[in-house]
Structure formats: C-alpha cells, structure tokens
C-alpha cells in the first residue's frame, strides 16, 4: 500500500459526459501528480500541484483540469469526454521534488471506459 | 532532447534463467534515474533511485546498476512472481526539467515456471 488513495477505482461514461476524479496524497506528501496511461501506452504527464498551486504542465489537454484543495487532496476533471480518453488515470504523490530525491508513490489508479 | 528508451520491449525468461534490462538516457545532467515495477491494472511501485555512475542497488532477487549513459536492471534466478513491467525514469536537473520525470516505455518482464 503506497498511502495514495484514489477514487473512484473504475468508472463507465458516455462521450461528451464529464467526470472528476479524486486523489488524497500520502500524508505529509505536498506534491500530487496526475498521469494517463493508455492501453499499451506509457506514463503521460498531465499535471503537478505543489501545496495548493500548479507547478508543471505536460501534455494536458484543455478539457481536463485539475486542482489541489487546502487539505492537499487534488481533484482531476475531464470533461466532453471522447472515446481516446478512457484510460487508467494514476495520481501520485511526494514531498518535494526541490529537496527530496523525488520518487513518486502511485495510487492504484481509476480506471476511465469511455463509450 | 532528454529521452529515456528501454530495452527489450518485452522479455520472456524460465524460471530460475537471469537476465538484464536496460535503460539508456540522454539528459544533458542527471539528478536521479528511477526503477519502477508496475504489475497489470495497478499503479507503479517503486524500486530504486540511483543518483551516480558506479552506484549500485539490490532488493531481492533485483539489483540495479548506473553508467554515465545507461543503467541495468539485473534480474537473478526470477521466480514467476517478478513477472510485470519494469519501468524507468531519469529526473534531469531542474533547470532543464522543472524536475519531472521523463518516462521509458517500459519492458514487459514474463518468467514461465
């Protein structure tokens, strides 16, 4: 158990429905990643958060958006969902990558159908 | 650009046959480079984090090493349960990177009994 608690673990949509996903960090983590990885596909970075505010950006489309709350769990949002989107969307979490080694610790994941 | 490549994309070993994953980058500098293990439908796991050439780390049956361009995931007398995919990352120095991750693909580990 990495201490990343993600939920829902498996959720069924439509296309053009939107959805949120939640994330609550390992305790005392201030940074909280979010991921896809599609089937066969690698990790893609989507976005970062460091104690509240956004840090980094990757390949995060604009209808996604994220955002960490006061008590530091993050809430991804999808939203006119298209087929390509479903995937398994990881959340992870670590201290602070300015001054810790920056390993990561994943959630188990929510697993996104879009049909 | 920075880029990380793995190698074999997939590998399949007997149970009890060692073998060696690879992992070579280019970051114009290196702050860490990461091993992962990541079983179907579940989060990745971390392994290792080695920060210099030379250094070396051991887990079980798993031990890591680091070059100056690539790193190895050693792998002696594997039993079924190593099965999964291993991944790898480098972290480059933060000017370069703000310090994410830059992601292999990953090598598909399957040991037959």
């Known amino acids: 158990d990495s201490g990343v608690t993600q939920t829902p673990k498996h959720l069924i949509t439509a296309t053009g429905q939107r959805v949120t996903l939640r994330c609550s960090p390992r305790s005392g983590d201030l940074s909280v990643y979010w991921y896809q990885q599609s089937l066969d596909q690698g990790l893609q970075f989507l976005i970062q958060?460091?104690?509240?505010?956004?840090?980094a950006k990757g390949n995060i489309l604009e209808r996604f958006s994220a955002q960490q709350f006061p008590d530091l769990h993050s809430e991804l949002n999808l939203s006119s969902l298209e087929l390509g989107d479903s995937a398994l969307y990881f959340c992870a979490s670590s201290v602070d990558p300015r001054t810790d080694t920056g390993e990561l610790f994943f959630g188990e994941g929510s697993r996104l159908t879009v049909l | 650009e920075d880029q990380v490549t793995q190698s074999p994309e997939a590998l399949r070993l007997q149970e009890g046959e060692s073998s060696s994953l690879n992992c070579s980058y280019t970051?114009?500098?290196?702050?860490?480079l990461f091993w992962y293990r990541q079983d179907p439908g579940k989060g990745p796991e971390f392994l290792f984090t080695?920060?210099?050439?030379?250094e070396e780390k051991e887990k079980e049956r798993l031990k890591a090493t680091l070059t100056k361009k690539e790193s190895f995931l050693h792998i002696t007398a594997p039993k079924p349960e190593d099965s999964a995919t291993y991944l790898c990352a480098v972290q480059p120095y933060p000017e370069d990177s703000n310090y994410q991750l830059i992601w292999g693909a990953g090598t598909k580990l399957i040991i037959k009994p």
């Open positions: 080695l920060y210099s050439a030379g």
């Open positions: 958060y460091y104690n509240g505010e956004e840090r």
């Open positions: 970051v114009s500098g290196l702050r860490g």
